[in-house]
């Protein structure tokens, strides 16, 4: 039986990625009816004629691809005014994050949609659907850290990399994983002071068998990790706990002892992040001064870059997609040990653990 895939333009504020490129669904046009909300690859540099070219079919309003939809295909997490679009008998893939959102958790239960977080879709020990969209993300945390330095953000006035190599600014990443990673990679290419500060001795010792005498390295909760918080012109927040809500392992008092016109960039904002007090941000509105701090936490900072992010992202996705177009792709879930973690709701059920100790709501269990 022919399924029928929907992939709709985002309504999150700021976001212009889209979910599938052209190119990576002519797989898929043997295997279902694929409908794509007018313009909803615009932003991303597609257009609807180069989606019809690859056997997609354009419908004019989002009202209307989740109407004919079975398979909504999105990035983001669905924002209010498309709650109304969702019906029970939708299956809901994309980047969900619901271990930071009681109030939509809540109400994907209430509308007893199966979702999935593709977030969580495992290989091995990694995450492939993050990985991209993460690598993106360490990128633009110091791209922007060094934009709210500037005088007119707020910040210091000054450049990471000085013209005369004898005043760099100092870049401190607190999380190791790939986004924190990322942030380093980025920072000693531009010429910064480097401080890497994780839980894991054996990552510290990876980086810095790595770059050498070009990074500092500390455990988490040691006097010098404190002080290579607070010390920072650019702190870059990168804890990350695979579905659920991470520590907070930035304070206020850190941040009560950082020069004026420091910036702090929370990636962790996705799961609800590491920032005490931390509020979330948008493009159009980056940043928050606190008490002289630039603080910036924008949860989808990789829809800074929608071409390269929805490129990066379809490449990965399209490997996943046609599990969903088989006729048993419900029981292939459950029973396959890197994707039923990514089977977080079904029928009004939450079938996350990591979501349930978060939001501290029941747990279900299929029988």
């Known amino acids: 039986m022919i399924k029928k895939l929907g992939i709709p ?14 190119e990576h669904i002519t797989q898929f046009t043997g295997q279902a009816d694929i409908f794509v909300e007018s313009n909803a690859g615009l932003s991303s540099g597609f257009t609807d004629e180069e989606y019809v070219k690859a056997g997609a079919k354009i419908v004019n309003t989002a009202d209307e691809l989740y109407e004919i939809s079975e398979i909504i295909c999105k990035v983001k997490e669905p924002q209010e005014e498309e709650f109304n679009r969702i019906k029970s008998d939708h299956v809901l893939f994309g980047y969900l994050h619901l271990a930071s959102n009681l109030m939509l958790t809540k109400k994907l239960l209430e509308l007893k949609v199966t ?23 360490g990128n633009l945390a110091v791209q922007k850290g060094m934009q709210f330095l500037e005088f007119n953000s707020g910040g210091k006035g000054l450049l990471l990399s000085s013209i005369s190599s004898k005043q760099n600014g100092t870049v401190t990443v607190v999380g190791c994983g790939i986004v ?4 380093i990679k980025k920072s ?37 990790a404190t002080k290579a918080i607070r010390d920072a012109d650019l702190l870059i927040g990168a804890v990350l706990v695979p579905g659920k809500r ?32 931390v509020a979330s941000n ?36 399209q490997n996943y997609v046609g599990h969903l177009l088989e006729e048993d792709w419900f029981e292939k879930y459950r029973n396959n040990p890197n ?5 977080q709701l079904y029928n009004g059920l939450l079938l996350s653990e990591e979501v349930a100790e ?9 029988i």
């Open 246 to 277: 991470p520590p907070v392992v930035i304070t206020n008092e850190d941040l009560s002892h950082m020069q004026k016109g420091s910036v702090v960039i929370d990636v962790a904002i996705d799961q609800g992040g590491c920032v005490e007090g």
């Open 115 to 137: 979702g999935i977080a593709t977030e969580m879709i495992k290989e091995e020990d990694e995450y492939p659907l993050l990985i991209p969209m993460s690598k993106i993300a």
């Open 282 to 317: 948008s493009h159009s509105e980056p940043y928050e001064n606190r008490n002289g701090i630039i603080l910036s936490a924008i949860a989808n900072l990789p829809g800074a870059v929608p071409k390269t992010s929805s490129i990066e992202l379809s490449n990965s996705l």
């Open 339 to 343: 994707l039923n973690s990514s089977l």
């Open 9 to 22: 333009k985002e309504v999150k504020k700021d976001e212009g990625r889209v979910s599938l490129i052209p």
């Open 188 to 224: 000693i290419q531009i010429g910064a002071k480097v401080n890497a500060i994780d839980i894991k001795g054996e990552t510290l010792e990876s980086l810095k068998k790595t770059y050498g005498d070009k990074i500092n390295t500390y455990l988490s909760n040691t006097q010098e």
């Open 180 to 183: 924190g990673q990322s942030s």
């Open 358 to 366: 978060s939001l501290s709501l029941t747990l279900s269990k299929l």
